[in-house]
């Protein structure tokens, strides 16, 4: 019997996804919008979405996590990467240029947001303390707005499960400023992706 493909349920893909988010940003609304939207998108992917293939699943030997760069829109500017966390593997406490959407695709996610008690006056110096740490299973979706709203984060992978999380950045995702909390200073960083060959 031969099967019918129009009655086959179709699975919402990270294409599907990314199509969706360039819909968004070309409806031009203001940004705490436009990023609740993506994060409803990200949420069905999340929750729903077909499974990620299996080139954007590969874990870098030596990086403390690894990047798998899915989608860099140039005209909008945005860009879809694939995280991969080893057991406990972490980020930097950081901060973004940007607006970002992550969702939790599989394991468990533990995300540290930071509070910045100096008035910004001494370029390359902060003074941090934890706001909050937040433990986020499958399906959760996280939203940060773009700078200047405090969005000073780490994040994790909370157990021994290797974790994958999709992430949404309003720009190419290749800069972040890295804090180091016990020193109080900052600075700059470049951001790898890792993406190998089959
Ligand atoms: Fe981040």
Redesign the pocket.
């Known amino acids: 019997m031969e099967s019918d493909a129009r009655l086959a349920p179709t699975l919402y893909t990270l294409e599907n996804y990314a199509a969706d988010v360039a819909a968004v940003l070309d409806r031009k609304l203001p940004v705490d919008q436009t990023v609740k939207d993506i994060a409803l998108l990200k949420r069905r992917l999340a929750t729903g979405g077909a499974p990620i293939p299996e080139r954007y699943l590969k874990r870098h030997p030596i990086a403390p996590y690894t990047r798998n760069l899915v989608h860099h829109d140039p005209v909008r500017g945005f860009t879809v990467i694939v995280l991969v966390w080893g057991p406990f593997q972490d980020?930097a406490v950081?901060?973004?240029y940007d607006w970002?959407v992550?969702g939790v695709m599989d394991g468990t996610a533990h995300v540290t947001n930071y509070e910045r008690l100096d008035d910004a006056s001494v370029p390359g110096q902060a003074e941090l303390r934890i706001a909050s740490s937040i433990i986020q299973p499958v399906g959760s979706v996280a939203a940060?707005l773009p700078p200047r709203r405090s969005?000073i984060?780490?994040?994790a992978n909370a157990g021994r499960k290797t974790m994958v999380s999709v992430?949404t950045y309003g720009d190419p995702g290749t800069k972040?400023v890295a804090f180091n909390v016990k020193e109080g200073t900052y600075a700059e960083i470049d951001l790898k992706f890792h993406n190998m060959e089959p």
Do not use: G, I, P, S
């Open positions: 980020t950081h901060d973004h970002c992550v940060l969005n984060h780490k994040m992430h972040a």
